[in-house]
């Protein structure tokens, strides 16, 4: 397993309100986790740096402690869910409390997806509309769903996701990390297949803040990333990740653009 991850403050902004981080650990396991923060020009950094912080040292705190087999039981991935759903409210409350405590950071809140991969198994978490993909056999499947004003009118059938991907308010979130006293996360589970005789990592992630996906479509990345799984050395990841977010500069680069790759 590799992961290498990358961020770009964009064209049209001054400030690089995004925050990743991507980690192996000692037991086997691997974290990656990206936040893009709203709230302000010093707001939306904070949140998403505070938030990342904190989800992170939840899960080291869990990591050092949890021994993973080469197969999870149905009661470690019960465990590994319910850790994921505490990470995301420990974050909440730290974000929110320092909003709370310093008037001049009111209404800042951040996005957060994560991928936590143990025993050949993603467990993705996420608020907001960062998104994760899984690219095999070069297509890329959208795991999460956004928490989003454009898919829920697509949810609710009055809009198609073509629409959904030219509306001006695609980029109206319903839900974010550090805005109110609680949040919801969706946590989802993809258990992958024994990885093939003689192959390398046959099944790369992408996590990535909307900077990336309002101008680069799953067919693009599929087809930037699927290379990947060949590599053997995560310094060439770098460069793919680079790659993604040249792409969404030269799309118009509206946005903070973040990138983290990892293959498995």
């Given at each position: 397993?590799?992961?290498?991850?990358?961020?770009?403050?964009?064209?049209?902004?001054?400030?690089?309100?995004?925050?990743?981080?991507?980690?192996?650990?000692d037991n086997g396991m691997m974290l990656c986790v990206v936040?893009?923060?709203?709230?302000?020009?010093?707001?939306?950094?904070?949140?998403?740096?505070?938030?990342?912080?904190?989800?992170?040292?939840?899960?080291?705190?869990?990591?050092?402690?949890?021994?993973?087999?080469?197969?999870?039981?149905?009661?470690?991935?019960?465990?590994?869910?319910?850790?994921?759903?505490?990470?995301?409210?420990?974050?909440?409350?730290?974000?929110?409390?320092?909003?709370?405590?310093?008037?001049?950071?009111?209404?800042?809140?951040?996005?957060?997806?994560?991928?936590?991969?143990?025993?050949?198994?993603?467990?993705?978490?996420?608020?907001?509309?960062?998104?994760?993909?899984?690219?095999?056999?070069g297509v890329a499947t959208q795991i999460t769903k956004d928490h989003s004003y454009v898919q829920y009118l697509?949810?609710?059938?009055?809009?198609?996701?073509?629409?959904?991907?030219?509306?001006?308010?695609?980029?109206?979130?319903?839900?974010?990390?550090?805005?109110?006293?609680?949040?919801?996360?969706?946590?989802?589970?993809?258990?992958?297949?024994?990885?093939?005789?003689?192959?390398?990592?046959?099944?790369?992630?992408?996590?990535?803040?909307?900077?990336?996906?309002?101008?680069?479509?799953?067919?693009?990345?599929?087809?930037?990333?699927?290379?990947?799984?060949?590599?053997?050395?995560?310094?060439?990841?770098?460069?793919?990740?680079?790659?993604?977010?040249?792409?969404?500069?030269?799309?118009?680069?509206?946005?903070?653009?973040?990138?983290?790759?990892?293959?498995?």
């Amino acid at each position: 397993m590799l992961c290498c991850g990358r961020t770009d403050v964009g064209r049209k902004r001054k400030v690089n309100q995004d925050s990743f981080f991507c980690e192996y650990f000692d037991n086997g396991m691997m974290l990656c986790v990206v936040c893009d923060g709203m709230g302000g020009a010093a707001g939306g950094g904070i949140a998403s740096s505070l938030a990342c912080e904190s989800f992170v040292n939840s899960i080291n705190e869990f990591a050092e402690s949890f021994s993973p087999g080469e197969k999870l039981t149905r009661t470690e991935e019960r465990i590994i869910r319910k850790t994921l759903a505490e990470a995301v409210d420990c974050a909440n409350r730290v974000v929110y409390e320092r909003a709370e405590n310093e008037p001049g950071l009111s209404g800042m809140g951040t996005t957060l997806v994560a991928a936590l991969v143990c025993s050949r198994t993603i467990f993705t978490v996420n608020v907001g509309d960062s998104r994760m993909y899984l690219v095999n056999d070069g297509v890329a499947t959208q795991i999460t769903k956004d928490h989003s004003y454009v898919q829920y009118l697509v949810d609710m059938g009055k809009m198609t996701l073509e629409e959904a991907k030219k509306s001006i308010n695609r980029n109206i979130i319903t839900r974010a990390v550090g805005t109110d006293t609680q949040v919801e996360a969706d946590i989802y589970t993809t258990r992958l297949p024994a990885c093939s005789p003689g192959a390398k990592q046959d099944h790369i992630g992408v996590l990535c803040s909307d900077g990336l996906t309002n101008h680069v479509s799953p067919e693009e990345i599929a087809e930037t990333v699927k290379h990947a799984c060949a590599l053997d050395n995560d310094r060439l990841l770098g460069p793919i990740a680079e790659i993604l977010i040249d792409m969404a500069n030269e799309g118009g680069g509206t946005d903070n653009i973040t990138a983290v790759l990892l293959t498995i």
